[in-house]
């Protein structure tokens, strides 16, 4: 390859790096609903055609952050059921990272599970979610094996919507409390849901 055509390559990968750092500080600054195509455009000084160069319109912009999101959220729970080889241990991790990962990460977060932004396909954004059921259904089947051998083929769907439930219901609900909403007695809520749900998994 030419000197000319590495270089070429490069300018490309700039520009589309910048388009998506401009694309994501109007999103941390403004929110979801304000981003757009003209709105890049105007902030990077550029006319607009010259973002449809790169990305063929606002939804594959959201497409790409959506993937991010997905696996950073997958990393992180991942790195928490590693920290421990009890499986029960392993769903509290589990969960605490996520809840950490949704506040941490909210814009990421809103636009994953679109709440307050126009939602990703989750077949395009992370093709390989049975990587994100499995994490937490693995663990699920073998609380399940000890104390009710034979049944966890029955119940650990039924159990892993459920504790996708607690989880993603406690974090919308906590995402539009008030401000002044106090974190420590959500996460308590979340804490003892997990505990309560584990506590029927083991019975």
């Known amino acids: 390859m030419s000197i000319t055509a590495e270089r070429r390559i490069r300018e490309k990968e700039a520009m589309r790096t910048n388009i998506l750092t401009t694309a994501w500080h ?57 920290s421990s080889s009890d499986p029960a241990e392993q769903l509290k991790a589990i969960a605490d990272a996520y809840w950490a990962f949704a506040f941490a990460n909210k814009e ?4 994953m599970w679109g709440m307050s932004a126009p939602s990703c396909e989750m077949d395009k954004c992370m093709p390989e979610r049975s990587v994100f059921r499995d994490l937490v259904m693995a663990s699920i089947i073998e609380i399940i094996e000890k104390a009710n051998p034979g049944d966890a083929e029955n119940n650990a769907c039924l159990k892993y919507h459920t504790f996708w439930s607690i989880l993603h219901g406690l974090i919308s609900i906590k995402m539009v409390a ?3 909403d106090t974190e420590q007695l ?14 029927n998994l083991k019975s």
């Open 26 to 82: 109007i999103v941390k600054e403004e929110g979801w609903q304000s981003l757009s195509i003209r709105k890049i455009a105007d902030a990077i000084q550029y006319s607009v055609p010259v973002i449809y160069d790169y990305f063929e319109n606002k939804e594959a912009i959201l497409l790409e952050f959506g993937k991010q999101g997905f696996e950073r959220v997958i990393a992180e729970l991942k790195a928490a059921k590693a």
């Open 108 to 111: 990421y977060y809103q636009l």
């Open 186 to 199: 959500n996460k308590l809520v979340l804490d003892d849901a997990i505990t309560g749900f584990i506590k």
């Open 178 to 180: 008030p401000a002044d």
